[in-house]
């Protein structure tokens, strides 16, 4: 199943090296990410309270998520996003390409 949409979200990378790539994703509402796989572990922070409509393939799930709220994936989880808040909603990813080299 595919979400159907006409409103693409909208990625803005803010950091793409050889150790991390950080996006902020912006939805308008009912906007999607495109059916997609991170080659890489990635955390998820939201920026605005929503919830995200997520597309597995098998079965779509709404997961409501409060500002702030994080989670992480692991890498080749093939996934369509999509807005499924009647307003407009934002979150940082962050995919970690190579977690020994970060520095704390």
Known sequence: MAFTCTVPAVAHIQQDDATLRI??????????????????????????AGTLRVDNG??????PLEKGQAYMRQAGIKHDVMNGSPHPISFVEIEVKQPGKLVV
């Open 58 to 63: 098998s079965e779509v799930a709404d997961v």
């Open 23 to 48: 996006t902020r994703w912006d939805f308008e509402p009912g906007a999607v990410t495109g059916w997609h796989e991170h080659g890489w572990p990635y955390f998820v922070v939201m920026l605005v």
